[in-house]
């Protein structure tokens, strides 16, 4: 009897220790810290002198030659239900290229183009947890996005000694909804993390939006590790007047890899 009574604590311990990808609420302050790496397409348009011009298509191939600088990682912080969380991406791009331009029948040139994007993306928001049990967790939040580019296009006609140089820096803070998650699968340490949010305002934006989803995978009680295919687009106003005019339109989307340390 008091043999079996061993087994049957030694059991229970063990299943308290089963590692689970589903955070538990708890009356203590828990922080997560995320260092990531995000390869995205980037894909951005210009308003020049009334003329809607693709500039930094950047794909994930050849990004790293692309890329000039950049930073990103994010982090939260929870009291039982409650919790802050933070996003920061920053990078520089820069790509050259030519295009043919013909003003004229008869007359062609080439027209060498450098634009370069440089952009910080700064996320901040508080969440409260909406579903939690051994399968799911699922976190409402509500927060700002401020970011900052500045989109410098170099022009130059080949063969002349034409050339032009024009840059714009659009900053703006806008306001968010959105909820974030993840669902076990199958009772194993494997988990889908997901992400959601939209937002809008200061007479900059028209609209924002980020989505995040992939597959994820608990390696021990402080680690895990995700990979997940995450996107981000913004659409601003082509209004001189509100600071926008000459950036447009921007997209970011492709994979990224995580790896999250709980403390």
């Not at 089963?18 to 951005?44: E, F, G, R």
């Not at 040139?109 to 799911?136: R, S």
């Not at 200061?202 to 609209?207: P, Q, S």
Request: overall charge neutral; glycine content about 10%; charged content about 15%.
């Amino acid at each position: 009897m008091a043999i079996s009574s061993i087994f049957m604590s030694v059991g229970v311990a063990h299943a308290d220790e089963a590692l689970t990808p589903i955070p538990k609420i708890s009356n203590q302050w828990t922080v997560d810290v995320t260092p990531y790496v995000w390869l995205p397409n980037v894909s951005s348009t210009l308003n020049y002198k009334g003329q809607y011009l693709n500039t930094a298509d950047v794909n994930m191939n050849n990004i790293i030659s692309n890329l000039k600088s950049g930073g990103m990682i994010s982090g939260e912080a929870h009291y039982g239900s409650w919790g802050i969380m933070a996003d920061l991406v920053s990078a520089t791009l820069q790509k050259s290229g030519t295009t043919s331009v013909t003003p004229a029948p008869g007359y062609n040139f080439k027209l060498a183009m450098k634009p370069t994007l440089q952009q910080t993306m700064l996320t901040g928001a508080a969440t409260y947890n909406l579903v939690n049990n051994k399968d799911a967790t699922v976190d409402g939040l509500l927060g700002v996005r401020w970011i900052s580019m500045t989109a410098t296009l170099n022009l130059a006609l080949d063969g002349t000694n034409y050339s032009l140089s024009d840059s714009k820096t659009v900053s703006t803070v806008d306001p968010i909804v959105g909820f974030k998650g993840r669902y076990r699968i199958a009772d194993s340490t494997w988990y889908i993390p997901f992400y959601a949010d939209i937002g809008s305002g200061g007479g900059t934006t028209n609209v924002t939006w980020q989505a995040m989803a992939g597959v994820g995978k608990t390696i021990e009680k402080w680690v895990d590790v995700s990979l997940v295919y995450r996107g981000l687009y913004y659409d601003m106003s082509s209004s001189k007047t509100n600071g926008a005019g000459l950036l447009q339109k921007t997209t970011f989307q492709g994979p990224q890899l995580s790896a999250t340390f709980h403390f």
